[in-house]
């Protein structure tokens, strides 16, 4: 891969994820005018109590897109659009939330594995922009060609994540769903809504996967290219 085709898969790459949260941004104002007689907060309630979950809390976190589940202290945090909206988007974003709460407590693989890999991407995310930049500065000494390797080493470890997350967050759309479509809470129309909205997040993550993949790809070929020189 040349430096001019990376920049073209760059800027592709980078022109899908505007289109991509661009639709998803418009596909959620669209679903939020659409009324449910329930709020996120007790679809999100529901939806424990439907699986058998008692151990769980739903909090209301501020900021928007911040929803998201943490195994740690086992609560479902829904941004407040979400915790008090009684709509199609505030439902299905709840219910994939709560997604993750069933997969904790059905241990569901994938959702473990990317638990276990937190830590480790913590400290890469921290450090891997500073190590590849000083192997960078110093390629075609064995001191630069040592820092790019660790770099690669620590990014390899974001892409992996990237990927992992990828089964995590369709299961957790697949589970939210068909529970919405099962319990009644979402009628044949609004059910395809929801599962529209759930769909177009998953591709972000794809999305970035790919632009991650794209980036350690490119890494690996300065590095191998530092090592003939």
Not at 21 to 29: D, I, V
Not at 165 to 180: F, G, I
Not at 184 to 190: K, L, S
Not at 206 to 211: D, E, N, P
Request: aromatic share 10%; charged share 15%; net charge neutral.
């Amino acid at each position: 891969m040349t430096s001019s085709v990376y920049w073209i898969l760059f800027i592709g790459i980078a022109l899908a994820s505007w289109i991509v949260s661009a639709s998803l941004e418009r596909k959620f104002k669209r679903y939020a005018k659409e009324s449910l007689p329930v709020t996120g907060c007790e679809v999100a309630l529901k939806m424990l109590h439907d699986n058998g979950i008692d151990d769980v809390k739903v909090t209301c976190i501020k900021g928007q897109l911040t929803d998201h589940y943490n195994p740690s202290t086992k609560t479902v945090n829904l941004s407040e659009d979400v915790y008090h909206g009684a709509n199609v988007a505030a439902a299905a974003v709840a219910a994939h939330e709560c997604g993750h709460a069933v997969q904790h407590a059905t241990a569901y693989g994938p959702l473990g594995l990317r638990s276990a890999l937190v830590p480790v991407v913590s400290f890469s995310s921290k450090w891997v922009t500073w190590i590849i930049l000083g192997g960078l500065l110093l390629i075609g000494s064995n001191a630069g060609q040592m820092l790019l390797l660790a770099g690669i080493v620590l990014y390899a470890m974001i892409t992996l994540f990237s990927f992992i997350t990828l089964p995590v967050e369709v299961d957790a759309s697949r589970r939210a769903v068909n529970w919405l479509q099962e319990t009644g809470v979402t009628d044949r129309e609004t059910t395809a809504m929801a599962s529209d909205a759930l769909h177009s997040a998953a591709y972000t993550y794809v999305v970035a996967a790919l632009s991650s993949l794209a980036t350690l790809i490119y890494y690996i070929l300065i590095f191998m290219g530092g090592r003939r020189n």
